[in-house]
């Protein structure tokens, strides 16, 4: 269920999913991309999945899909069930889940599946992007080619006061060690710089530069679920 909460001349609308309250964004030009919002973009099914959409309209033109948790996150353990051929994105799409203070480039945990903008058979398509607490200090990443054998993967990101750990894998394993395809461990010089912000959730599905598919097509992506435990 969608419910409103009308604030000065505009609705804020949310949804409640996976146990937290979200918001979603309604915003035009605006970044990343630039790109246009519409809360019309994510739902959930009958089955609680949660659906992003990148939707076209004679209307609105190209249309992005974002939420965020009105709780505010800290250390542990973030774990998504995502449903889509993420390894076969149109070169501008792009699809998020994320931790965000509402600065850019600082306390903020990226897992990013993209291609941006690239077209060669071995570009990377999945990222993972650590910013530090501070500006000063630049960040940590790691990305790889993915190339799956089904539509669903699990995605998972250990935070610590210590370090970051992200990692991905195929299909929806009960278990954290199994059938990890890709993982990655911020290194021990980094541990000063390990975010410490207890920040909003968010997961988005955007066009790189604002630029629309190439191939012309909507994407829909569907995440079963998601778990977060200290």
Known sequence: MVS?????????????????????????????????????????????????????????????????????FGFGTY??????????FDPNTVLGLFTYAGVDSVNEIDIEMALWGQTKPEASNLFYT????????????????????????????VWTRENVKLQSQNGFPNSPQQNVFFKYQTPASFARNVPV???PLHMNLWLFQGKPPADGKEVEIIIHDFKYTK
């Open 4 to 72: 409103f909460l009308v604030l000065s001349s505009y609705a804020i609308k949310t949804i409640n999913w996976a146990g937290y309250k979200w918001v979603l964004r309604d915003d035009k030009q605006s970044g990343p991309g630039p790109n246009n919002w519409s809360s019309k973009n994510v739902w959930v099914d009958s089955s609680n999945r949660l659906h992003l959409k990148l939707s076209y309209s004679q209307v609105s033109g190209w249309t992005c899909a974002e939420l965020y948790s009105e709780k505010k």
């Open 79 to 88: 774990r998504w069930f995502v449903e889509g051929a993420i390894d076969r």
């Open 130 to 157: 650590i910013y530090p607490s501070t500006n000063a200090v630049k960040q940590v990443s790691s990305g790889m080619r993915m190339r799956l054998q089904g539509t669903y993967t699990t995605h998972q990101f």
């Open 197 to 199: 912000l207890s920040v």
